[in-house]
């Protein structure tokens, strides 16, 4: 989908075209077509009041990151959260969360982070 601005946008996918060459088969079956991203930005600490977010001196205060099952030993999902079975190769996909880490947040601030464009 394109924005008002010229911009492709990827929140709202309606239609995907898959393309076969050169197969021998006379048909195909397709489990699965995923897109998954874990991209943020960082925007920054700002008081309550404002949107305007400042990177100097946020680092210590306001960080983000991500734990998963597959990289984090010490992580254990929310209860009732599993990553995805896969059935082909008998394995669970790692499942992974957002961690938001505030250190010290003055009172009144809020820290902001979005997806890339």
């Not at 197969?23 to 699965?32: L, S």
């Not at 700002?46 to 960080?63: G, I």
């Not at 998963?68 to 992974?96: F, H, L, M």
């Amino acid at each position: 989908m394109i924005d008002s601005t010229g911009n492709q946008e990827w929140n709202e996918i309606k239609f995907c075209r898959v393309r076969l060459t050169d197969t021998t088969q006379t048909w195909v079956q397709i489990a699965k077509i995923e897109l998954v991203g874990n991209e943020w930005q960082e925007l920054g600490v700002a008081p309550d009041s404002s949107n305007v977010y400042s990177k100097t001196n946020s680092d210590s205060v306001f960080a983000i990151s991500v734990i998963n099952t597959e990289d984090n030993a010490n992580y254990a999902p929310p209860k009732g959260v599993k990553g995805e079975y896969d059935r082909i190769n008998e394995i669970r996909s790692k499942e992974q969360s957002l961690v938001l880490k505030f250190d010290n947040l003055s009172p009144r601030h809020k820290g902001g982070i979005k997806a890339p464009p």
